[in-house]
């Protein structure tokens, strides 16, 4: 069982980029996943997640409006697509499972998730 997060970089403030969270040894449709990450200095903070059940999404108050996360059931990923990157955007993104709601991971509670995949970093520079 494998989570691997992709496409992170390097983008200018107002850019975009869209992370890839590709699951391996299990299908991702039956889990609850969520995207975190990880600024230098600072403490890990839940951004996103999309739940199994019903398909309802959260995001923090910090990227509402500029990030949409997504599942494509037939690639087995979930996507996290960031747009109007700002510079505080910048970190270490990872995604994650849960068998629980998404409320683990607004809550940044990291012993509700289970399986996670390494990171990816976002750096959002002129």
């Known amino acids: 069982v494998q989570l691997q997060a992709s496409g992170g970089g390097l983008a200018q403030p107002g850019g975009s980029l869209r992370l890839s969270c590709a699951g391996s040894?299990?299908?991702?449709?039956?889990?609850?996943i969520g995207w975190f990450r990880q600024a230098p200095g600072n403490e890990r903070e839940g951004v996103s997640c999309?739940?199994?059940?019903?398909?309802?999404?959260y995001y923090a108050d910090s990227v509402k409006g500029r990030f949409t996360i997504s599942r494509d059931g037939a690639k087995n990923t979930v996507y996290l697509q960031m747009n109007s990157l700002k510079p505080e955007d910048t970190a270490v993104y990872y995604c994650a499972t849960t068998p629980y709601p998404c409320t683990v991971v607004a809550e940044t509670r990291l012993d509700g998730m289970d399986y996670w995949g390494k990171g990816t970093q976002v750096t959002v520079s002129s």
């Open positions: 040894g299990f299908t991702l449709d039956y889990y609850t």
């Open positions: 999309i739940s199994s059940t019903d398909g309802s999404t």
